[in-house]
């Protein structure tokens, strides 16, 4: 099978409905990354997206939902999510930041409906529903009603795909259809946010809105998980990674000479590296460094001046294109900052360089 790109013609989105009802898979997308989409109370959807992406059956997916805006959202939840676990004080946070975020890049985890398969979410007694804010990805939402699991369209562990030939990249043997909505506005996957059953806010993921954001709004403080690994099965140290080896630097690259990159475990034989850069100009680089090292550079920049939304945008096809070029070793200047993106973009520099 080789998967066709498609443009979101109407005819092509009834294409789509069509092959959802089935029990097949399409690629869609959102505005934070592309998903593999699949009817989230089909068992053999659900088995098939695991299998596609050769992701381990214990990291629960994401279901995707169109609400009504003019009405409270969390009722209408209530087929995915069992609300009656819910104390008042975890309804409330809940549906203040329902009303806040979405659509738009936040996931809740909340407990799960005993009729939704326990394999959609990894076996959990929890399930996590997100209404995204892209255009192609609401009108399949809202025409089909399915809610659609759509975890991250690229085989497990590797780098998120923000734009149609990407998937294609990633899994274009495995699914018949690629639905093109254009580069992904966020560029990086949604903040994850877990409601208690209690109240109790804890942050799962990092993503584009931050962890002061979502406590303003749910007039509630907002903890970080000591273990991210154990409350939520899919944050492993290593993911979002390249197939080469990348090293992340813990100062801007125009501080960087040989002996540091020897320090850092540039193997002795490499002729060519791959530098991501933060912002500025990737010539300049370029010509600076290997002028300095005596190695071939090859230098991409995320933005002009370093604004964190613009370097989100173009973070994982940066780190694709230089797992794609000449370059043998790959270095990435960290990301500083206390803003909620820029902790996203820093938390996926340092999977992206941990090794498996
Ligand atoms: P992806 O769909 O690839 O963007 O990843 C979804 C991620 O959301 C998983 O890897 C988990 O880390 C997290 N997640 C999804 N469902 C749950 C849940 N029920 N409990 C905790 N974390 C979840
Ligand atoms: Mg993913």
């Not at 509630?220 to 090293?247: C, D, F």
């Not at 989100?312 to 794609?324: I, K, V």
């Not at 206390?338 to 520099?349: F, N």
């Amino acid at each position: 099978m080789t998967a066709r790109i498609l443009e979101p013609s109407q005819a092509n989105l009834d294409y789509c409905q069509e092959l959802l009802q089935k029990g097949q898979l399409v690629a869609l997308p959102t505005e934070t990354v592309y998903g593999l989409a699949g009817h989230a109370l089909d068992g053999q959807a659900v088995t098939a997206i695991y299998a596609s992406k050769h992701r381990p059956t214990f990291d629960p997916l994401i279901v995707h939902v169109a609400v009504a805006l003019d009405q409270p959202r969390l009722p209408q939840l209530r087929h995915l999510i069992d609300l009656e676990q819910l104390s008042l004080p975890a309804l409330r946070r809940a549906e203040a930041l329902l009303q806040a975020f979405w659509p738009g890049p936040l996931t809740l985890v909340l407990p799960r409906q005993p009729q939704v398969p326990e394999l959609t979410s990894g076996g959990l007694s929890t399930l996590a529903v997100r209404m995204p804010a892209h255009p192609v990805a609401l009108a399949l939402l809202r025409q089909s009603g399915m809610p659609l699991a759509a975890p991250s369209a690229n085989r497990f562990g590797r780098i998120s795909p923000t734009c149609a030939a990407d998937v294609l990249a990633e899994l274009g043997d495995q699914i018949p259809v690629i639905l093109d909505g254009g580069p992904c506005a966020v560029g990086v996957e949604s903040t994850v946010l877990r409601v208690s059953v209690d109240g109790d806010l804890t942050l799962l993921r990092f993503g584009a809105i931050g962890r002061a954001q979502l406590a303003a709004i749910a007039g509630y403080p907002v903890q970080l998980v000591s273990s991210p690994t154990m409350a939520s099965p899919g944050m492993l140290a290593s993911h979002y990674a390249p197939t080469k080896p990348l090293t992340l630097l813990d100062r801007p690259v125009d501080s960087v000479d040989l002996p540091t990159l020897q320090r850092l475990g540039l193997p002795p034989v490499t002729q060519r590296i791959g530098v991501l850069l933060q912002s500025g100009d990737a010539a300049t680089v370029q010509a600076l460094l290997s002028q300095r090292t005596g190695l071939e550079v090859q230098a991409i920049s995320l933005s002009a001046n370093g604004d964190a939304a613009t370097i989100a945008q173009h973070l994982f096809a940066g780190l694709r294109a230089l797992d794609a070029s000449a370059a043998q070793w790959l270095l990435a200047e960290p990301c500083n900052g206390a803003q909620g993106l820029e902790h996203a973009i820093a938390d996926r520099l340092k999977r992206a360089s941990t090794r498996a």
